[in-house]
Nanobody
């Protein structure tokens, strides 16, 4: 059964960088359309990045474009989210999951096979 486990979350100050990891088991990451999502308490979970299974094309939400970079390491069966210039508005729990809609657009991202998430508090 496909499962994801996220790690790398930490409490940081504004302007800092972090790298989140998402390890997959039960399937090869290069066979999957995988997204990063985040959720703030009281708000809906939102898709922020997605990577195509074949050509590694990535898409990003406007709120993170130019600051966050998603990548994939097939040998480690892991996807990453490099986050630079973090802002307090990035404070959230970050999740990885399959995207049901094949990373077509950020707006149509819908996740399944959720990991437990990793917390990223950013203080000013």
């Amino acid at each position: 059964q496909l499962q994801f486990v996220e790690s790398g979350g930490a409490s940081v100050q504004s302007g800092a960088s972090l790298r989140l990891s998402c390890v997959a088991s039960g399937s090869a990451v290069n066979d999957l359309y995988i997204g990063w999502f985040r959720q703030v308490p009281g708000k809906e979970r939102e898709g922020i990045s997605c990577i195509d299974k074949g050509n590694r094309d990535t898409i990003y939400a406007d709120s993170v474009k130019g600051r966050f970079t998603m990548s994939r390491d097939n040998a480690r069966n892991t996807v990453y989210l490099n986050m630079d210039s973090l802002e307090p508005e990035d404070t959230a729990v970050y999740f990885c999951a399959l995207d049901r809609h094949y990373c077509l657009t950020i707006q149509t991202m819908v996740g399944k096979n959720w990991g437990p998430g990793t917390q990223v508090p950013v203080t000013s």
